[in-house]
């Protein structure tokens, strides 16, 4: 709840979209990730997806990432197969480094050899992540709001 209600009071976009929903009934929360992650009443939009956490300690959350295990024609342009975020009192510390490097060893298990990770053009400290991580750069989106993403795929 400390992780989440931090990043509420921030008033910034939660990131990965996933931890955005509300943990305070943590039965269902799981409930619910297991079934997205078996692919179970998601959205037809959606694919299954796995959620982590980044621990510091046995307790304190410092960020989590959330990877697709496919990708569909909305996430080849914009979403790509990773999604991660740092609580805003952790950032500039590494972890971000870390959560990607994580998230991409889970991805070469699950069998994803080409990973795409994608970040808003404005965001330099998570292009810097994606680039120490191995990302190559591929192309820009613009979104219907005028959104420069830039896209990036890390090989295995």
């Keep these: 709840m400390e992780f989440y209600e931090e990043w509420k009071n921030s008033e910034e976009k939660i990131v990965p979209w996933v931890v955005a929903e509300s943990p305070a009934d943590f039965e ?11 692919g179970k009443n998601i959205p037809e939009q959606f694919v299954p997806h796995s959620t982590y956490w980044l621990l510091l300690g046995k307790s304190r959350i410092v960020g989590a990432v ?3 295990h496919r990708l569909n024609e909305y996430l080849k342009e914009r979403g790509g197969h990773i999604g991660y975020g740092i609580r805003p009192s952790e950032r500039q510390k590494g972890y ?17 050899k080409n990973v795409l990770v994608t970040c808003e053009k404005s965001n330099i400290a998570s292009e810097k992540t994606i680039l120490k991580n191995g990302g190559k750069f591929d192309s820009e989106f613009i979104e219907e709001c005028g959104t420069v993403v830039k896209r990036f795929w890390i090989a295995d």
């Design 28 to 38: 269902k929360y799981l409930h619910y990730l297991e079934e997205q992650e078996q």
């Design 66 to 68: 959330n990877i697709r």
């Design 96 to 112: 971000a480094t870390a959560i990607l490097s994580l998230a991409l060893a889970e991805s070469k298990r699950m069998g994803i």
